[in-house]
């Protein structure tokens, strides 16, 4: 099933089951950022896919039908409001709209991820000029409250390199399932070439288990922290109010990621986490 999903993205297929029709997604005949935008969607489809497949063999996980299940689990579980759930998806197509609509250039290739109105901006562009363009382009999205520019000056990756990325997700997703000390689902992770955004609403202790976990995982060359830090009496506080579900009121106040306030733990071997190129979020070394 895995590489059967597999083979159809990367030939640019996408099947949805719910609606009954195949989408086909060729340079050809569609432009860069539908392509890109359909890429995105056929990912997302993967990893709902294999995170079932990696829930039939965690007892007392999730059931067998696990496709609907596991993204109402996901939603049901997360921190974030239903509200700030809304907005984030709606900060993610109104920056794909704005993209499209500005840059014409085969050479850009953006994407943005957005968790509790906080954006983070990966990709690739020519130059640093676009590269802060892009950042503003973002900064000025309504409910926007900060952003994350991560976007490398350099030429886009393959098609086979988003594959890949796509399957170090559900690596990383899956050892998450895994780990008995950590609840996966209030946990969002993106990879791009290979280097793997944590983002989530988390204590301190939550935000190195799921970085050491994911630093772990065969493939992957870089594990960033973008995670918002609570600490371990808020976290009592919202579960207590709502049961381990998502809170009406919201999360309590958080330390949203930034160089001046998310702190750089040490690693296994001591050295300090390394802070990436905006110095807005921290990178935990690969060992």
């Known amino acids: 099933m895995l590489l059967g999903s597999m083979a159809l993205y990367n030939r640019g297929f996408c099947r949805d089951t719910t609606k009954g029709f195949t989408m086909l997604a060729s340079p050809t005949n569609l432009s860069r950022f539908q392509t890109q935008g359909l890429r995105y969607l ?6 709902i896919s294999v995170l079932g497949i990696t829930a039939i063999g965690l007892a007392g996980c999730f059931p067998v039908v696990a496709t609907g299940v596991v993204t109402g689990a996901l939603s049901v579980s997360d921190r974030r409001t239903t509200g700030a759930q809304a907005e984030d998806q ?3 197509i109104k920056a794909f709209n704005r993209f ?5 250039s085969s050479q850009i290739s953006l994407s943005v991820v957005s968790f509790n109105r ?9 130059d640093e000029a676009t590269k802060a363009e892009a ?3 973002v900064s000025s999205i309504e409910n926007v409250r900060n952003s994350l520019n991560e976007v490398v000056v350099g030429l886009p990756p393959s ?10 997700t559900t690596r990383v997703k899956a050892s998450m399932l895994e780990a008995k000390d950590l609840q996966a689902q209030v946990i969002k992770v993106y990879t791009e070439s290979s280097t793997v955004f944590l983002m989530g609403i988390v204590t301190e202790r939550e935000a190195n288990r799921a970085a050491d976990i994911a630093s772990r995982v065969s493939g992957v060359r870089r594990v960033v922290r973008a995670f918002e830090t609570i600490s371990e009496a808020d976290l009592s506080r919202m579960q207590l109010q709502t049961g381990g579900n998502n809170p009406a009121a919201g999360p309590p106040k958080s330390t949203p990621p930034s160089s001046g306030s998310v702190p750089n733990p040490p690693s296994a071997g001591g050295a300090a ?8 979020a921290v ?4 060992r």
Not at 273 to 280: H, K, L, S
């Open 42 to 47: 056929c990912q997302k489809a993967l990893v």
């Open 90 to 92: 709606a900060i993610e």
């Open 100 to 104: 499209r609509e500005r840059f014409k």
């Open 118 to 126: 906080i954006a983070l901006v990966t990709g690739y562009v020519p």
């Open 135 to 137: 950042a503003r382009l």
């Open 159 to 168: 098609i086979r390199t988003y594959g890949s990325d796509t399957i170090l």
């Open 273 to 280: 986490a390394i802070p990436t190129n905006d110095g807005n």
């Open 283 to 286: 990178v935990t070394p690969i």
